[in-house]
């Protein structure tokens, strides 16, 4: 069950791109599970990966690929995560990465291997080795519905997001795609992001709008407070659009590229706590009035990671005493509670510290009704602001855990 998501959007093509998709029968016999992205050469990438130190090894493996060379493919199998498997892990990646390369005649070190799926148990290099060959027959610059589908684990519906603008008289496309269900909180996530541009944008640059989008997209949502092993967001630019050029993120294109891209970012974002495991709401925590934004985020990230408040939200039950709690114990240096306001969408509950003299249970018990609540908490100790986005914790997230692994 998903909140509010609907059919996958028309994922246009981006000029340089282009991706393939097969079934190596990893954990479903019926689904395609490995895929390729190829990229034209010369395509700068940037890739953030997860801030787990248990890391996979295929995240071991693309990111001393990265420190070589400019990648010239990405290879992507869902269904198991190859971490928590040692040395085999390794060499289990490295071959993965040495057929695709054969077939593309590249180097190994121009694949970046991406794995998802259940930790600890082998790879089944055979069975991905053997899709290779379809993968590389079905590359296509349409193929992105293919490949938001066969990156899929617990998701139950596929994850995309295209947007276009103009760039000095040129129309440039930004297209992604991604996966995750649970195991979501900042620092990566349970998740693989694919963006891609045809814009012409140095990786330097690239570097750094991947650092911001990230830092206000998929570091701003949590599930159940876990980070998984394997978890990276990849920013491709394939220069296609030559005109299109963009050189840095403060002048007139750098911003007005910046501004779409950060709302590609933030739909995936929100798409994938739309899709949480279990999830009934999506829940917006929003702290304003704070000393500084480090401040709001701590306050934000108490209240929606506190298993009390998200099973209530799940009761569709308004008690906002657990919200006051979690605010309360927020690792933040100073909270003044007698100017503590508390709303569940334009409801005050809270006002001042104490209960609104206008609220009703019943007008609380309305709101709770909702799919879709924002929770406003403002602390009146300064300007900044921090925005959260989260689902609650439903008998279903238990369920879907429980039987991961059967």
Known sequence: MSVGLKALPQLLAVTGVSLGTASAGIRQKN???VT???CHPGTAISVVFT???????PVLVAKKHLGQSSPRALIINSGNANAGTGEQGIEDALSCCAELAQHLQCSDYEILPFSTGVIGEPLPVD???KAIPECISDLSEEN????ARSIMTTDTVAKGVCQQLNINGETVTITGIAKGAGMI????ATLLTFIATDATIEKTVLDAMLAYCVGRSFNRITVD???STNDACVLMATGSRAGAKITQTGDKNGKAFMSVLLQVFKELAQAIIRDAEGATKF????????RDEEDCLQVARSVALSPLVKTAFFASDPNWGRILAAIGYAPIAELDISKVSIALNDVMVLKDGALASSYTEEQGQAVMQHEEITVRISLGQGQSQARIWTSDLSHDYVSINSEYRS
């Open 36 to 38: 390729i992205i190829s």
């Open 144 to 147: 992105w519905p293919a490949a």
């Open 127 to 129: 069975q991905i080795r």
């Open 283 to 290: 829940i917006t925590i929003e702290v304003v009035d704070g």
């Open 225 to 227: 407070g876990d980070t």
């Open 185 to 188: 909180h900042p620092n990566m």
């Open 31 to 33: 689904r395609d599970d």
């Open 51 to 57: 801030q787990n130190r248990f890391l996979a090894a």
